[in-house]
């Protein structure tokens, strides 16, 4: 079964300085992968997201992720932290696009002024 | 984008009772739904997928007769947590997949507190 690890529960970063949050993934077949966003008692909004296309995925809110099968991994960065990216990020995978996501444990990103 | 409401956005029930929780589509159809749980600080765990028109398909572990789930018509699921305990609170999300290709729109999510 596909998974994903999301390493660091808590994330700080100073504001404009670059926000890196880690995603490895686990999967039998070739993977599509996800970042979400969720804001306090908010459903998830998506990100952006992988489908086998180009490696380097561009999301809204200047985000950006990098597929990289050999160390089956799928890192969002964003240059430089905004107050408002605080929130919690997950990452998820889904290996047949059946829309049956596993997703991460989650990272809370918390932005220091 | 689409849109997936739920309602209630929160309740507070007594042990015991039990709890409807609406999922709609509002501008599309969706045959399939998707119903999770997330407990304070982790992540979502999908309970079910709902399916319109047959019955819904439980993740292991999850009980369906605790767990009820109608997905009534094209535009509508719903999660019934029977003779709900405290341990059932949690924020329920629902979620409907998109016309696109991998596109899954979230509901906002119905926070259950059970005293």
């Known amino acids: 079964a596909q998974s994903v690890t999301q390493l660091g529960s808590h994330v700080s970063v100073s504001e404009g300085a670059l926000v890196l949050l880690r995603c490895n993934y686990s999967?039998?077949?070739?993977?599509?992968l996800f970042w979400y966003v969720q804001y306090p008692n908010q459903g998830l909004q998506l990100l952006l997201k992988?489908?086998?296309?180009?490696?380097l995925v561009k999301g809204i809110n200047g985000f950006e992720a990098e597929f990289k099968k050999s160390e089956t991994s799928f890192h969002l960065t964003k240059p430089s932290a905004h107050m408002s990216d605080a929130a919690e990020y997950f990452c998820?995978?889904?290996?047949?696009?059946?829309?049956?996501?596993?997703f991460g444990k989650g990272n809370q990103v918390v932005v220091i002024p | 984008g689409a849109v997936v409401s739920q309602h209630p956005s929160r309740v507070i029930c007594k042990s015991g009772t039990s709890v409807k929780i609406e999922c709609r589509s509002l501008?599309?159809?969706?045959?399939?739904m998707f119903w999770y749980r997330q407990f304070p600080k982790q992540s979502l765990m999908l309970m079910a997928t709902?399916?319109?028109?047959?019955?819904?398909?439980?993740e292991q572990g999850v009980e369906k007769d605790k767990f009820l789930i109608n997905h009534a018509s094209l535009t509508l699921s719903t999660l019934t947590v029977t003779s709900a305990h405290p341990e059932d609170s949690s924020f329920y999300i629902c979620?409907?997949?998109?016309?696109?290709?991998?596109?899954?729109?979230f509901g906002p999510g119905t926070r259950l507190t059970v005293t």
């Open positions: 979620s409907a997949p998109g016309t696109g290709p991998y596109e899954q729109y």
């Open positions: 999967s039998s077949v070739p993977p599509y």
């Open positions: 992988y489908t086998s296309a180009a490696t």
């Open positions: 998820a995978v889904s290996d047949t696009g059946n829309n049956r996501l596993a």
């Open positions: 501008d599309f159809q969706a045959t399939t």
């Open positions: 709902s399916n319109e028109g047959s019955k819904a398909t439980y």
